[in-house]
């Protein structure tokens, strides 16, 4: 039986220019402006969560609206990496976290968490989605030194990057579902 890959669509870079004057030319990024466009990128299903069509993976909108570990409406909290993995976990992998219907949320790895971040090489918050400044957890643990793991930094136009940031540091989170989980 043949397994089909799904096929990713990626954002745009939103580069127009192809004046080969200009230092660009036919065929450059410009010229294709290849990708899914980022206006219809995110779709906010209504109960809390937003779909991203470009990697078919859900997110919760606004953590803080879970609440309990999570925050208060309006007031996130940040925790450290071992609470932030507990409290993302969904009850279908023996932790405690079921939210809009769902029960089987995770925090994303570091890959997936910089995909919704990245923007024209800023890291920000997409517009669909609610959230505020700052670092956010991935679940993936820094291959250097195992006391670290990558947070992606959202400060929304000062171009910072992916850290590797201490485990026992604070920071936000933005539980994630979907993907393949477990199968290779």
């Not at 669509?9 to 990024?29: E, H, I, K, M």
């Not at 109960?47 to 803080?64: C, E, M």
């Not at 918050?125 to 006391?147: C, N, Q």
């Amino acid at each position: 039986m043949k397994i089909e890959t799904p096929k990713l669509l990626l954002p745009r870079t939103g580069q127009t220019a192809t004046s080969p004057t200009a230092n660009y030319a036919v065929g450059d990024d410009g010229w294709f402006q290849a990708g899914n466009p980022r206006a219809t990128r995110f779709v906010d299903h209504g109960n809390g969560t937003i779909s991203d069509r470009a990697t078919g993976l859900q997110w919760v909108k606004d953590p803080s609206q879970i609440g309990g570990a999570l925050g208060t409406p309006g007031t996130p909290a940040t925790m450290t990496w071992a609470d932030a993995v507990a409290n993302c976990l969904g009850t279908e992998y023996g932790g405690s976290l079921a939210y809009a219907g769902f029960t089987d949320w995770r925090l994303p790895n570091m890959i997936e968490l910089a995909g919704i971040l990245v923007e024209n090489g800023w890291y920000r918050i997409p517009p669909a989605m609610v959230g505020v400044r700052g670092d956010y957890w991935s679940g993936t643990t820094w291959e250097k030194l195992t006391t670290y793991a990558y947070a992606a930094r959202a400060d929304n136009g000062s171009g910072n990057t992916l850290i590797a940031a201490s485990k026992t540091g604070t920071y936000y989170v933005r539980p994630v579902r979907g993907g393949r989980v477990n199968n290779g």
